[in-house]
């Protein structure tokens, strides 16, 4: 109960920082970083309903989500637009955090959170890129499988792991399916979760 | 340290909130998101990669795969992990500038791929 007030109000507390209104300061990167994902989580609800996975499910449920399926179109474009944003902010963001010192201490592990962060956005990205299930997604996911397989010792096992077994022609299985909609999005959301807490309990934004 | 009611952060958020919806909405009601090509269809000789992974892909075809997948990704990701320290090494004015250097050269290349690829949708 109390670890939960304490969330609470680090994550919406009464007051702020006055610093913290300057929108030339933060440019709202972080929070439009974040309403990206929500958009992304929204949208990708939706064409999870018509998706299916597989060498030859996975390209033509998206060529019915996006021609046959009313509005589907619309909402793959959003989900796809969303996630290039979210790219977009994140990297600004970080640039924002360099610029501003907000990697010093005592923000070191928060700085450490946003980067799993990055590096989690970029592999919702690329996984949602196999998804698609065309020729491309296939060549994406052979690289991939033979990058993973580089590593000594674990390589092989560890690509069987995040990949399953894509063909050539296609990236879309269902353990990247997995990966994409359940495993990933949801350790990104706790790592967001625990960033913003941070961001308040380190002492919110500060001063050039 | 001067304070200020919450609310007016969240007024500020959600004026930003809007006007990144609508952007994004005109995006996606402007430029369709590409398919690809059919895995039924004739393979393709030259697969580009996505925008985002076009530095990535840079790497593979200019260096080994073992330096270009392995050691280079590792040590950016280790090089941006460890900056608080390193900032600490080096100097904050150097450390600052190197990164600032790298974080910006990225950033070029990838608006520079984004923009050739919504040019081809």
């Not at chain 1, 440019?27 to 597989?54: D, E, K, N, R, W």
């Not at chain 1, 296939?138 to 033979?146: D, Q, S």
């Not at chain 1, 299985?173 to 979760?193: D, E, G, I, K, R």
């Not at chain 2, 919806?21 to 580009?48: D, E, I, R």
Request: net charge positive; hydrophobic share 55%.
């Amino acid at each position: 109960m109390r670890g939960q007030k304490n969330f609470v109000n680090h994550i919406r507390p009464g007051f702020v920082p006055s610093r913290a209104l300057s929108v030339l300061y933060t440019f709202c990167l972080g929070g439009l970083s974040f309403l990206a994902f929500v958009i992304l989580g929204m949208t990708g609800l939706l064409l999870m309903f018509h998706y299916q996975p597989g060498e030859s499910t996975g390209f033509s449920s998206i060529l019915t989500i996006a021609s046959v399926i009313p509005y589907g179109g619309v909402i793959r474009n959003l989900h796809y637009w969303a996630g290039q944003l979210m790219v977009v902010t994140v990297n600004l963001h970080m640039l924002r955090v360099v610029w501003t010192h907000a990697y010093k201490p005592p923000k070191q592990l928060n700085w450490l959170v946003g980067v799993a962060l990055l590096i989690l956005i970029l592999f919702l990205d690329f996984t949602g890129y196999l998804l698609i299930g065309s020729q491309e997604s296939g060549a994406a996911a052979t690289v991939a499988v033979n990058i993973v397989g580089l590593i000594p010792g674990v390589g092989s096992g560890l690509a069987q792991m995040l990949f399953g077994e894509p063909s050539a022609l296609s990236g879309s299985t269902l353990v990247v399916y997995v990966w994409h909609c359940v495993a990933l999005p949801m350790v990104a959301l706790l790592l967001q979760l625990y960033h913003f807490w941070r961001i308040r309990r380190d002492g919110g934004v500060r001063p050039l | 340290m001067a304070r200020s009611p919450i609310k007016h952060l969240i007024e500020k958020e959600g004026i930003a909130s809007i006007f990144f919806l609508v952007f994004c909405t005109a995006l996606a009601l402007k430029f369709t998101a590409s398919v690809g090509t059919s895995n039924q269809a004739p393979s393709v000789p030259h697969a580009g990669a996505p925008w985002i992974f076009g530095p990535f892909q840079m790497l593979l075809l200019y260096l080994p795969p073992w330096l270009g997948a392995l050691v280079f990704p590792i040590l950016i990701i280790g090089g941006l992990a460890g900056l608080p320290w390193l900032a600490n090494y080096w100097g904050e004015k150097s450390s600052r500038r190197i990164f600032m250097a790298l974080m910006v050269t990225v950033m070029a290349l990838l608006i520079w791929f984004m923009v050739q690829e919504v040019w081809w949708v």
